[in-house]
């Protein structure tokens, strides 16, 4: 089973700030990672493919990099609706989430 | 457009089946896509239950040790999750999504809230 650690569990920020989210996993997955947003009462929405890859449709303020067991999601000027969860999940074996960042004002 | 519908009860008893249902619209389930259950406990993370084919190849998450089957009925453009001796433990906003090519969840119905208790 491979696990995936987030950091932090909870961030707190500005509008304007650039944010970035630590997700590591337990052994490699390569660059089979994805990032998901999800806001309250709301199913997740995909951002990121293959660790780097935007998703069409989302906004180039948002940006992922990494491979092997580290990767990050950043968020480069943080706005009103950026305020969610976000979760990232790997598919190299099986899918698993990580517990999750929130990003709160 | 691809929409997807959770449907089900939305109160179990303990030790009981868990049943749900997903109507896909917008794109056949007999496309090149696996289909997949997610669930989420309340004010919890996502946990991936299982996926399934349109030729009835499925995958699920061994931590559910056996407990979950997927089906799939092109006839109706459906798939559904049984999910056996559920406990508390179970309770979950349960998601249908689409798995795309690329292997990622890119389309989720709302969400369905199941609540185990007697």
């Known amino acids: 089973d491979i696990q995936l650690t987030q950091s932090p569990s909870t961030l707190s920020a500005s509008v304007g700030d650039k944010v970035t989210i630590t997700c590591r996993a337990s052994?490699?997955?390569?660059?089979?990672l994805a990032w998901y947003q999800q806001k309250p009462g709301k199913a997740p929405n995909l951002l990121i493919s293959k660790a780097s890859t935007l998703e069409s449709g989302v906004t180039s303020r948002f940006s992922g990099s990494g491979s092997g067991t580290e990767f990050t999601l950043t968020i480069s000027s943080l706005q009103p609706h950026d305020f969610a969860t976000y979760y990232c999940?790997?598919?190299?074996?099986?899918?698993?989430f990580g517990q999750g960042t929130k990003v709160e004002i | 457009q691809v929409q997807l519908q959770e449907s089900g009860p939305g109160l179990v008893k303990p030790s009981g089946p868990l049943s749900l249902t997903c109507a896909v619209s917008?794109?056949?389930?007999?496309?090149?896509?696996?289909w997949s259950w997610v669930r989420q406990s309340p004010g919890q993370g996502l946990e991936w239950i299982g996926e399934i084919y349109h030729r009835g190849d499925t995958r699920y998450n061994p931590s559910l040790n056996n407990r979950a089957a997927l089906f799939i009925d092109k006839s109706k453009n459906q798939f559904s999750l049984k999910l056996t001796a559920v406990t508390a433990a179970d309770t979950a906003v349960y998601y249908c999504?689409?798995?795309?090519?690329?292997?990622?969840?890119?389309?989720w119905g709302q969400g369905t809230l199941v609540t185990v208790s007697s």
């Open positions: 052994q490699s997955v390569g660059t089979w």
């Open positions: 917008g794109v056949s389930l007999g496309s090149d896509n696996w």
């Open positions: 999504a689409r798995i795309s090519k690329s292997s990622q969840f890119d389309y």
């Open positions: 999940q790997q598919y190299n074996s099986g899918r698993t």
